[in-house]
């Protein structure tokens, strides 16, 4: 207890030297550094996907859209300290980005999938990660509005799927990341909602919210809060595998289905 003590106590005095104001909008990375294309606390979704700042297929020559900090160029720092990111979507969801190794030039950096529906309110924070212990402790928060052609929040909520949309199974065993959460997803009785607790597969976190599932075919969509898994049924019915909007490239889920 002691040695976590002192752990923390060393965490929360390097947070307080690199503590800073996150900024978002549009950036480029580059050999460890951020280049700023465009900061502001209030951003169009037709605008930034126009400029390409929301492409999956690698940022676009106005860069990606999402959030950065200046964590600190210390080498000590990027040695035994790493960086994670909080998003809280307009809906009120909570996301978590899973903790990164700080870049050379000294920031942390996440894209942020604003593209979702309803537009709104964004709210971003930091923190600083122990890499021996995975103690956290914030280092700045921020936030930003996505608005859409119509204004904050204007866009209709999403369309919930029929109950006869052909969803299998009772239970979902789902794994997020590499893997950075595992869930279990149990069916409310006969309809397409399903109850989640997701836990993170280090320290003792823990998130409970509920998926509204559709299926055509052999595609999955998955409704969380305004944000969507999207993915592929195996030929069985008996797993699944995707992304989700809100993922960082490269990032996947899987489900096992009983």
Same mark, same amino acid.
């Given at each position: 207890?002691?040695?976590?003590?002192?752990?923390?106590?060393?965490?929360?005095?390097?947070?307080?030297?690199?503590?800073?104001?996150?900024?978002?909008?549009?950036?480029?990375?580059?050999?460890?550094?951020?280049?700023?294309?465009?900061?502001?606390?209030?951003?169009?979704?037709? %605008?930034? #996907?126009?400029?390409?700042?929301?492409?999956?297929?690698?940022?676009? *020559?106005?860069?990606? =859209?999402?959030?950065?900090?200046?964590?600190?160029? %210390? +080498?000590?720092?990027? !040695?035994?300290?790493?960086?994670?990111?909080?998003?809280?979507? +307009?809906?009120?969801?909570?996301?978590?980005?899973?903790?990164?190794?700080?870049?050379?030039?000294?920031?942390? !950096? =996440?894209?942020?999938?604003?593209?979702?529906?309803?537009?709104?309110? $964004? &709210?971003? #924070?930091?923190?600083?990660?122990? /890499?021996?212990?995975?103690?956290?402790?914030?280092?700045?928060?921020?936030?930003?509005?996505?608005?859409?052609?119509?204004?904050?929040?204007?866009? +209709?909520?999403?369309?919930?799927?029929?109950?006869?949309?052909?969803?299998?199974?009772?239970? $979902?065993?789902?794994? #997020?990341?590499?893997?950075?959460?595992?869930?279990?997803?149990?069916?409310? @009785?006969?309809?397409?909602?399903? %109850?989640?607790?997701?836990?993170?597969?280090?320290?003792?976190?823990?998130? /409970?919210?509920?998926?509204?599932?559709?299926?055509?075919?052999?595609?999955?969509?998955?409704? /969380?809060? @305004?944000?969507?898994?999207? @993915?592929?049924?195996?030929? %069985?019915?008996? &797993?699944?595998?995707?992304?989700?909007?809100?993922?960082? *490239?490269?990032? &996947? $889920?899987?489900?096992?289905?009983?």
């Amino acid at each position: 207890m002691k040695t976590s003590v002192i752990a923390f106590a060393a965490l929360l005095s390097v947070a307080s030297a690199v503590a800073a104001t996150p900024q978002c909008g549009l950036f480029k990375e580059n050999n460890g550094h951020v280049t700023v294309i465009q900061a502001g606390t209030t951003f169009n979704q037709k %605008d930034i #996907e126009a400029k390409g700042g929301f492409s999956s297929n690698g940022a676009g *020559p106005n860069g990606w =859209f999402g959030c950065w900090v200046q964590v600190g160029n %210390d +080498p000590g720092i990027r !040695s035994t300290k790493m960086y994670s990111m909080r998003q809280v979507n +307009p809906a009120g969801a909570v996301f978590e980005k899973s903790p990164a190794g700080i870049q050379e030039g000294g920031f942390g !950096s =996440f894209f942020v999938p604003a593209y979702t529906k309803p537009a709104g309110k $964004w &709210s971003i #924070e930091f923190f600083l990660v122990d /890499r021996t212990t995975m103690a956290k402790q914030s280092i700045g928060a921020t936030a930003f509005d996505m608005l859409d052609s119509g204004g904050p929040g204007s866009n +209709p909520p999403p369309s919930q799927p029929s109950a006869d949309a052909g969803v299998p199974g009772r239970v $979902w065993r789902v794994t #997020e990341g590499d893997p950075s959460w595992r869930g279990v997803w149990t069916r409310q @009785g006969n309809s397409n909602t399903f %109850d989640v607790v997701n836990t993170r597969t280090y320290g003792s976190e823990v998130q /409970r919210f509920t998926v509204t599932m559709e299926v055509i075919g052999n595609q999955v969509k998955i409704n /969380r809060a @305004g944000m969507f898994y999207n @993915g592929t049924l195996s030929a %069985d019915r008996k &797993s699944a595998s995707g992304t989700a909007t809100w993922y960082h *490239p490269g990032t &996947s $889920w899987t489900a096992a289905i009983e």
